[in-house]
């Protein structure tokens, strides 16, 4: 089983080009999860989605959007990168009553 | 991380045991999780506690849970130097299962 697969692994992006971060899982989990990583803040939440169709905000959505196209796919947007937005995003998935799996990461910088 | 605190970092000599500490303020978890980061990795999941358990223990690592303190914490036994890593804490919220809350994480290095 891949679990779960992020793409691009790395992107370099100047301020204001747009881009989609791609999730796929392939476990049958209901659950799955955008969440960015910074040096001394750990992981915080951008979007999660609880079932096919439903989408909620994290702690930090702003500039940014999701898409939870079926149950194995959950993308991530930037419609107009910022400097900000240079992290580490992690994308993850959950089944019923079980722990996250997570992806490989995708690191990201804006110029 | 939304109301889960960790320390930053933690340094333990070869062979004792290391505490990692994570302290939470909504008392509704449902699961209490710990993960572990290694350089250039995901997380992965080393062992998760149901809210209703006070502790698990499974080979080198045991969790303590003391819900009247919102205090849970990992302990490793023997510490290796293959587990320096940053250890995540993170929590269900019982208002909604599905979302997955984390602590900012303990980066823990190991003297010989």
């Known amino acids: 089983n891949a679990g779960v697969t992020q793409t691009p692994k790395f992107q370099v992006l100047k301020t204001g080009q747009s881009m989609t971060l791609q999730c796929a899982q392939d476990?049958?989990?209901?659950?799955m999860y955008w969440y960015r990583q910074d040096p001394g803040m750990g992981l915080r939440l951008i979007y999660y989605?609880?079932?096919?169709?439903?989408?909620d905000k994290g702690e930090v959505p702003n500039g940014y959007n999701v898409s939870r196209l079926n149950k194995r796919e959950f993308s991530l947007r930037l419609e107009s990168a910022a400097p900000s937005q240079t992290s580490v995003y992690f994308c993850?998935?959950?089944?019923?009553?079980?722990?996250?799996?997570f992806g490989q990461g995708t690191r990201l910088t804006v110029v | 991380g939304e109301d889960v605190e960790q320390s930053l970092f933690l340094s333990v000599r070869e062979g004792d045991s290391s505490v990692i500490n994570c302290t939470y303020t909504?008392?509704?978890?449902?699961?209490l999780y710990w993960y572990k980061q290694e350089p250039g990795a995901g997380l992965q999941l080393l062992t998760y506690?149901?809210?209703?358990?006070d502790m698990k223990q499974d080979q080198r690592l045991t969790v303590l849970l003391n819900k009247k303190d919102k205090h849970l914490s990992l302990r490793i036994a023997d510490t290796q130097t293959g587990d320096s890593a940053i250890y995540f804490c993170?929590?269900?919220?019982?208002?909604?299962?599905?979302?997955?809350?984390f602590g900012s994480g303990t980066r823990l290095s190991i003297r010989p």
């Open positions: 993170a929590r269900t919220l019982y208002s909604s299962a599905s979302k997955i809350i």
């Open positions: 476990m049958n989990h209901n659950s």
């Open positions: 506690i149901f809210s209703n358990m």
């Open positions: 989605s609880a079932s096919e169709g439903t989408t």
């Open positions: 909504d008392s509704s978890s449902t699961y």
């Open positions: 993850a998935s959950r089944g019923q009553n079980t722990e996250a799996f």
